[in-house]
């Protein structure tokens, strides 16, 4: 009876799957093949473009972007239609859809130091005689970002925000220990003082306060008077003398302070983006920052006085040194409408349109004319950034294919230097030989 | 009818292939050609953006020399060699913990499968807080026993054991499965193993392992296959925004994470499909070798 | 007698330990989430951290279902995620079984070969199963999200060939003399015995696909088409995240989940053998 009963509940189950079945593939083929098209555009209409736009941003960055797009929709009605959406900055799905031959129809999940190296790789299309036509000559824009979009005598793409890098310092704990705080450190000598006025350490060895930590060889390497890459030559200078020096002065800190105390230390700092941000915590009095973390203190401390200097340099080094980078609007091969993917990026580039944006986002507008409005220029800190990024120690990314593999391993000999895994000389000259072979392999391919 | 026609043996099998012709189909469709694709890119220089073209083995015998493949492959080997039994054997406890008859079980139960279902942003906040070197849980807890402070994600030595540490809480799926096989061992048997006066411990190695030994090898070839393609938690911990992720002195930086950084922030696809394939190579061979020594699970099925 | 029932004493003392302890730390990313989601803006990185937020802030669960399309996002994981469970559970119970309870030559051989197509890390594979499905014209849709499911996972298919394994061969031996074909068999005789194991697998292929991050990043092309899980990354911004808003979206996200839990671990966890042996 037992075995009656369940096969008769095995056969309904068996029923009800296949009804479940036929209504599972019922509701697969209901899933629309094409989405709903947004915002009222008719795609029926042959002479109006559908533009994909890929972004890096989300969150209230993508919001802020989504107006201006929206007003570029409004003055296209008739031709164009561009649909934002965020790939997080996800370049798996960038490449992957560039590779099955669908990609979108303007990107700018691309960071400035990929841009050669997708442009290449036959990745994108020049914009150099769209610009042209437009009426874009490059005048407009600091002249170091303008040339960091080129390579290979082509115009690349375009960035609608900039940020360039400070040193920010808490001045009330700069008077704690006898600093003067409108005497900022202004030369690496004295930035090592000061930090090593700053240092506490409380009885049993913990460490309780920094100055400055110094990380990012990328910057400090610059600072130093150094070069990553030389164009002339086409060598890899990671091993040369000043940026040795950077490091080894970097590594100073952490052999002063002891290696396991920093990790320790470091250990116990709060989130980045947030009130324990070591900074506003008082765990460190200095910290490396960008023009950015103006919104940072506004929002998470309002009441604390943070203020902002150029990096300190050694004798030999540069003054007033910054690297800048960005996301690059760019058009990749292949593409069905490649003008009216430039009339987007022409749209957004707008000295008031990007203003704008910038303004909502906390960044500098590339456009000297923007950066200049009152609105950017009333926060002397803010100025501040924008003198840097406008003078002769600005730096964008090398203009070499292997940025990233670069990148990773000038960040593991940093970590491996700083936390005493290995030696300063012997490291960088390692990552010197492995990122020149990268490198040469790389440009063999390109001939 | 034809199938009449055929001896038994032909019959079973052709029943056995019609029975697992979805998955036929399934590989032929979605996975054969990727997969054949992968190993040609790996003979090749393949960018991505533009055509690929044959380099024989040279993307082998590059990865030979390639001093951070080395390191990935052995922090990698460190987290199969040391966190897989660490967490199997941990899930296997907490299973029988939860298989005995405790007021409240169903919560338990419930309580021990959150974390597997946390969205992954939220879990990570969580665990930096956890791991915080002055204000963290675990320093905390620790500084009861007269631990000293530990950067747990910041200093090389501690990083990989704080991952294991953090991978204990991860175990839901395979507690969930283990508590199913728990389920299946007889009751009479146990009951008889009572009367035979045995302990609590001899009960667990004579009976209870032997009847879920099925599922146990299931979980030790499906985490084999897991922790060498280790990526997620270790991704999300340590990547920063200029696209670089490997923690400390890349001591987090693991085979799936070098991978990918080879194929999509580098462009070398070919390369990433050599290392795949040593990959491959590697996870087969551990497999194989399991199911060949697997005279200690107990089928029912077969006996 | 009496040392036996110290002893289980002893171990179920210890079990409940062991229980409350490790459940504590279970417990506890759930925990810090929700407070998260009910704490001020100043108040969520605070050090030492606030247990119990000060003043709650029940209105971030409206707010976060605002900031994003929520319920949207919602119905189409759901969507999704069901016809995974549907599809997977269909066809890895249909392969598991044609890899268990027949005997055909080269069985084990084509089963391992069939397991090693989840060894390739998948990162390899992408671009070419993209370019298959772009074949099919179906990227921008959910198929390549739902229909590999119909056609079984390897994952799954070698659990469930675990269970149907510890299921004695008599039974179906029995079913076979009274003339039963293998379908029916199956049909009849299996499936209600792996009812617990498909529910398990259900649950993972569930829980898989909602919290799949990458394929509906890289298949689907329209925000309105998105699941939860792309959802709440639009909570991050470049330097920061509206965090109280996304830990009450994934409290609400985890929700369904929980009470599906609750409810059905039973069947999860009832043994085969249990309600097979016996009958």
């Known amino acids: 009876m037992h075995k009656k009963r369940s096969r008769g509940m095995t056969r309904r189950s068996f029923l009800h799957a296949v009804g479940l079945t036929g209504v599972g593939a019922a509701l697969v083929a209901c899933v629309p093949v094409t989405p709903a098209a947004p915002g009222g555009e008719d795609r029926s209409a042959p002479e109006m473009a559908f533009l994909n736009y890929w972004t890096g941003w989300s969150g209230f960055e993508y919001d802020a972007l989504q107006v201006q797009v929206d007003k570029f ?20 799905k960038v490449l992957t859809a560039i590779a099955g031959g669908n990609p979108p129809d303007v990107v700018s999940a691309v960071w400035l130091h990929q841009l050669v190296s997708m442009a290449a790789r036959d990745g994108l299309q020049p914009i150099t005689a769209y610009a042209a036509d437009s009426g874009v000559t490059g005048q407009e824009y600091f002249p170091q970002l303008w040339d960091a979009w080129h390579w290979n005598g082509e115009l690349w793409g375009a960035m609608i925000t900039s940020n360039s890098n400070v ?37 049993n060895g913990a460490i309780q306060q920094v100055g400055l930590m110094p990380s990012g060889l990328s910057w400090w390497g610059r600072v130093f008077g150094g070069q990553f890459y030389d164009e002339e030559s086409g060598k890899i200078t990671a091993d040369s003398a000043p940026i040795v020096d950077a490091l080894s002065w970097m590594a100073s800190y952490s052999a002063r302070l002891g290696i396991d105390e920093v990790a320790t230390f470091q250990s116990g700092f709060g989130d980045y983006m947030s009130t324990q941000n070591p900074l506003f915590a008082g765990k460190e009095a200095m910290k490396q920052v960008g023009e950015w973390f103006i919104q940072f203190n506004n929002r998470f401390a309002p009441d604390l006085e943070i203020r902002m200097i150029p990096a300190p340099y050694p004798s030999g080094g540069r003054p007033n040194c910054t690297n800048f980078g960005g996301s690059v609007f760019t058009i990749p091969t292949g593409v069905m409408h490649p003008d009216a993917s430039w009339s987007l990026i022409d749209f957004l580039s707008q000295e008031e349109v990007m203003a704008d944006f910038c303004f909502n986002i906390f960044n500098i507008p590339p456009k000297v004319a923007a950066a200049q409005q009152a609105r950017f220029m009333d926060e002397p800190r803010f100025a501040l950034a924008v ?6 120690n ?14 990773s391993r000038l960040s593991e000999a940093e970590s491996s230097v700083l936390t005493g895994q290995a030696t300063t000389e012997e490291t960088l000259q390692r990552v010197t030989v492995e990122v020149q072979e990268e490198l040469d392999r790389t440009m063999a391919r390109m001939s | 009818m034809l199938v009449r026609l055929l001896t038994r043996e032909q019959r079973n099998l052709l029943a056995g292939l019609l029975f697992i012709s979805p998955a036929l189909v399934g ?3 979605f996975a054969l050609w990727p997969i054949l694709q992968s190993l040609y890119y790996s003979f090749q220089d393949y960018d991505i953006l533009r055509p690929p073209f044959f380099v024989g083995l040279r993307n082998y015998e590059d990865l030979m020399d390639d001093r951070v493949f080395g390191i990935a492959l052995r922090n990698t080997l460190y987290m199969v060699l040391w966190g897989l039994p660490i967490h199997l054997a941990f899930d296997f406890l907490m299973a029988l913990a939860l298989n005995m008859r405790l007021r409240g079980l169903t919560l338990y139960r419930t309580i021990f499968y959150l974390p597997s279902i946390t969205p992954v942003v939220a879990a990570t906040i969580v665990w930096l807080w956890i791991f915080n070197g002055q204000y963290g849980i675990l320093r905390t807890l620790l500084g009861f026993f007269g631990v000293p402070p530990i950067g747990f994600l910041t200093h090389p030595d501690w990083t990989k054991p704080s991952m294991i540490f953090m991978g204990l809480w991860f175990g839901g799926n395979t507690i969930l499965i283990y508590l199913a096989g728990l389920r299946d061992v007889p009751v009479s048997l146990l009951e008889s193993a009572d009367l035979d006066g045995a302990g609590a411990v001899r009960k667990t190695w004579h009976i209870t392992l032997p009847m879920v030994s099925p599922v146990i090898f299931y979980t030790l070839i499906i985490n084999v296959i897991g922790y060498f393609q280790y990526f997620t938690e270790a991704w999300v911990l340590t990547a920063s925004r200029d696209g670089t992720a490997g923690g400390p002195a890349n001591s987090l930086l693991f085979y799936a994470m070098y991978l990918y950084q080879a194929a999509f922030q580098q462009f070398k696809m070919g390369y990433a499909s050599a290392m795949a394939w040593i990959l491959f190579l590697i996870v087969l061979l551990a497999t194989w070798i399991l199911f060949r020594s697997s005279g200690w699970v107990y089928y029912r099925a077969e006996n | 007698m009496l040392v036996a029932s110290l002893q289980r004493h002893w171990t179920r003392g210890l079990a409940y330990l062991v229980c409350w302890v490790v459940g504590l730390g279970y417990v506890f990313p759930l925990y810090w989430t929700v ?32 900031y994003i399309a929520f319920w949207r996002y919602m119905a189409n994981t759901v969507l999704v995620s069901g016809l995974t469970v549907l599809g997977t559970v269909l066809s890895c119970s249909l392969i598991a079984y044609g890899f268990s309870h027949i005997r055909w030559r080269g069985r084990e051989i084509v089963f391992l070969a069939y397991l090693a197509t989840i060894m390739l890390p998948t990162q390899v594979t992408m671009i070419p199963l993209y370019i298959i499905f772009r074949r099919f014209d179906m990227v921008g849709t959910y198929l390549p999200l739902i229909l590999p499911a119909f056609f079984g996972n390897a994952l799954y298919v070698f ?46 292929a569930f829980v898989a696909t909602y919290r799949d991050f990458l394929a509906p990043l890289i298949y689907l092309t329209h925000q309105e088409q998105w699941t939860i899980s792309l959802g709440l990354k639009m909570f991050q911004n470049m330097y920061g995240a509206q965090w109280q808003l996304m830990m009450a979206a994934s409290t609400l996200t985890m929700m369904p989940t929980i009470i599906l839990f609750l409810l059905a671990q039973r069947t999860f966890i009832e043994g085969i053998a249990l309600s097979g042996i016996k009958g």
């Open chain 3, 35 to 66: 407070i998260t989601a009910l704490k001020r803006d100043a108040e969520i990185f605070l050090f030492p951290p606030t247990w119990i937020p000060t003043a709650p802030q029940w209105h971030n669960f409206p707010a976060a279902t605002q």
């Open chain 1, 167 to 203: 040193v920010a310092y808490r001045p009330d704990l700069f008077m704690e220990v006898g600093l003067d705080p409108d005497a900022p450190p202004v030369t690496l000598d004295e930035l090592d003082a000061a930090s090593m006025a700053l240092e506490m350490v409380d009885d």
């Open chain 1, 387 to 392: 003198e840097l990024l406008n003078g002769a």
């Open chain 2, 27 to 29: 590989v032929l469709a």
């Open chain 3, 159 to 204: 659990l469930l060939r675990q269970f149907l394994l510890t299921i004695p061969p008599e039974l179906s031996d029995a079913a076979s003399i009274d003339g039963a074909s293998l379908l029916g068999i199956f049909l009849r005789i299996m499936l209600p015995l792996l009812k617990p194991a498909l529910a398990t697998v259900a649950l993972f």
């Open chain 1, 73 to 92: 929709n409004a003055a296209h009605e008739d031709d164009v239609y561009a649909n934002m959406s965020t790939v997080f900055g996800q370049y798996d």
């Open chain 1, 394 to 407: 600005a730096f964008g990314p090398d203009k070499i294919p292997v940025n990233d593999f670069l990148n």
